[in-house]
């Protein structure tokens, strides 16, 4: 029992049948770093929808979509996310997914509430479902909303996988993903969708990757036939679902007993310079890496072989007539205003230079294995 809370801690990995908000309402505050919401998009859809061969389309008609008005959904919509506002971690975040129908007024609930969004992405679809009518656009996209606690959290965002993940490109917010199809579609003995909306894996591995890291809790409120499980597991994240429906709940437990987490040197992650360790060149001294008197060179080009540079004990270097860091120390030889001496300066080791970035990067890696 959590007293603080005075609720029952948090079941990892875990599915909580009942309906969404009630048992939202029962799970611990600050309990969850990332929240994935695929909540129902309230399509007001009167009839059947059918096409030119007066065969019938399989849209989103299901009960759990149907709301008497905008003022019900409204008030549906502040219910679940001011209780997500309250499990999430303070520098945790929320993705909420929607169409034209409902992801604006979610977007005003959510900032109403005291998140604040950081992105909103548009999923376009690369095989979207044809306008049959032909009244108005072809609707090929959705838009996710990614919006941290509060304006002042110290979210996750790893940008470098998500550059490594776009071939050394920043990944920007427009993301062309096809929708779930084929074998990746959960399907009865009918043959027939056991979702109306299930979502691609491909979107909630880039969701994912981007916002959380290994061992993190991803609560999904409306887990459905249980994608946000599958990645989270895949990934090597701790998944939490809510499903009010016996169906979905069981298409998702067999789909999860089929899924293997990755390996943990498969989920590394490309880390981004701001969140490496800080390391300074004194440490290198100060642990014996590079010893006080060694001579730091330049760079193997021509041009900077005659540079170069005595090692003090206390992690400044000295050269001709100057004395300073690192960084000062190459920037002023070559009259420049700043220059990175862990990219300029290289130390002779088994016969050859070695750039001392590479020492750094080999210290950093040993010290978090120790």
């Keep these: 029992m959590n007293e603080k809370n005075n609720k029952v801690d948090i079941k990892r990995n875990h599915i909580y049948r009942g309906d969404s908000i009630s048992v939202l309402k029962g799970l611990p505050s600050e309990s969850v770093d990332v929240v994935f919401a695929d909540p129902p998009y309230n399509l007001q859809l009167k009839n059947e929808l059918s096409r030119p061969d007066s065969s019938t389309v399989s849209a989103v008609n299901d009960e759990w979509d149907q709301f008497e008005s905008f003022q019900k959904y409204d008030q549906f919509t502040m219910n679940w996310l001011s209780e997500i506002k309250r499990i999430i971690k303070k520098d945790g975040t929320i993705w909420v997914i929607g169409s034209y129908h409902n992801i604006f007024r979610i977007g005003k609930a959510i900032q109403d509430l005291g998140f604040w969004i950081l992105n909103d992405v548009i999923w376009r679809k690369s095989n979207p479902m044809p306008n049959f009518r032909g009244t108005r656009f072809t609707n090929a996209h959705e838009t996710l909303i990614w919006a941290s606690s509060s304006k002042d959290s110290k979210y996750d965002f790893n940008y470098q996988a998500m550059k490594s993940l776009n071939e050394g490109l920043q990944m920007r917010s427009d993301w062309d993903l096809p929708i779930c199809s084929g074998k990746e579609r959960l399907k009865d003995s009918n043959g027939k969708k056991i979702h109306s909306t299930q979502k691609p894996e491909s979107l909630l591995h880039r969701v994912l990757l981007a916002s959380s890291n290994p061992g993190d809790i991803i609560l999904d409120p409306f887990f459905g036939t249980g994608t946000t499980g599958a990645v989270a597991k895949k990934l090597g994240r701790e998944y939490v679902g809510v499903e009010r429906n016996a169906n979905y709940i069981k298409a998702a437990k067999k789909r999860l007993n089929n899924i293997s987490t990755l390996d943990n040197e498969v989920l590394q992650v490309t880390e981004s ?34 540079f170069s540079a005595t090692v003090r004990a206390d992690g400044s270097i000295y050269s001709k007539g100057e004395n300073g860091s690192i960084h000062q120390i190459s920037a002023k030889l070559q009259g420049k205003d700043s220059c990175n001496g862990w990219t300029f300066w290289h130390v002779e080791n088994k016969g050859e230079l070695q750039v001392i970035d590479n020492l750094r990067t080999k210290f950093i890696n040993s010290s978090k294995s120790n």
């Design 273 to 306: 310079k701001k969140s490496q360790i800080r390391i300074p060149f004194g440490s290198l001294v100060e642990n014996g890496i590079i010893k006080p008197g060694s001579i730091l060179k330049g760079p193997k080009n021509l041009k900077a072989k005659k």
